[in-house]
């Protein structure tokens, strides 16, 4: 009795259906899928927060050197004249300017006094000296330094007239103690006409002292 049930042992084999073994392999085959999967998932993320290669510098190139400026008048006519594009005319303003200030009135100084001479005689009659003409005997101008300084004085001056009534010569017997008086006087007599002095008629040369006396006006 317990040699056949030790047989029977030894040749029970234990044996699952074949439906379990399907179902196994196909659980087995998805969970390799399915580790596949998420491998790759993991890979592609891992790539995707890897930073990627570095760009390379771009060398900036330098800026060629500019050509050496022609010398005046070399090449000159071979290069087109640039002309100035046409603009629109751009409105002006026109600035009006303010009216002038008024100048201030400058008084002019009042003309200095003509010296005084002593009456001469009428120069229709005859007589043994010269006698000035009126129209040709203007009287000397004050000078305008002796008037700022308040020159004053009486000059004298003797003139020798010819036949033809021109002065030959002219000087000073009395001064004024101003030189300034003096010249005004000789410059006025040189320039004077006379009537020559007569003698039976006939016109001769004479001698005329002329007074000037010069007072500036008050």
């Known amino acids: 009795m317990s040699a056949h049930s030790s047989r029977s042992g030894q040749n029970v084999t234990f044996q699952l259906p074949r439906s379990s073994l399907k179902i196994a392999g196909i659980a087995f085959c998805a969970g390799l899928l399915l580790f596949f999967v998420v491998w790759l998932n993991a890979r592609r993320n891992n790539d995707f927060y890897r930073a990627g290669p570095a760009q390379p510098q771009t060398e900036v190139a330098e800026p060629a050197p500019l050509p050496a400026p022609l010398p005046a008048g070399a090449g000159a006519s071979d290069m087109p004249e640039s002309r100035p594009e ?11 300017a303010p009216p002038p200030s008024p100048q201030p009135i400058v008084e002019a100084e009042p003309a200095p006094p003509p010296a005084q001479t002593a009456p001469a005689p009428v120069a229709d009659t005859p007589t043994d000296r010269p006698v000035p003409l009126p129209d040709q005997s203007p009287a000397p101008t004050y000078p305008p330094a002796a008037l700022r300084r308040g020159d004053s004085g009486t000059v004298v001056v003797q003139a020798v007239v010819d036949t033809r009534g021109v002065p030959l010569d002219v000087k000073i017997i009395q001064r004024s103690g101003s030189r300034d008086l003096d010249r005004a006087a000789l410059d006025a007599v040189r320039n004077w006409r006379f009537q020559p002095a007569q003698s039976n008629g ?10 000037f006396d010069f007072k500036p006006a008050q």
Do not use: D, F
């Not at 046409?86 to 009006?96: I, M, N, R, W, Y």
């Open 202 to 211: 006939q016109p001769m040369q004479g001698t005329l002292e002329i007074p």
């Open 86 to 96: 046409a603009a629109g005319e751009a409105p002006q303003l026109v600035e009006t």
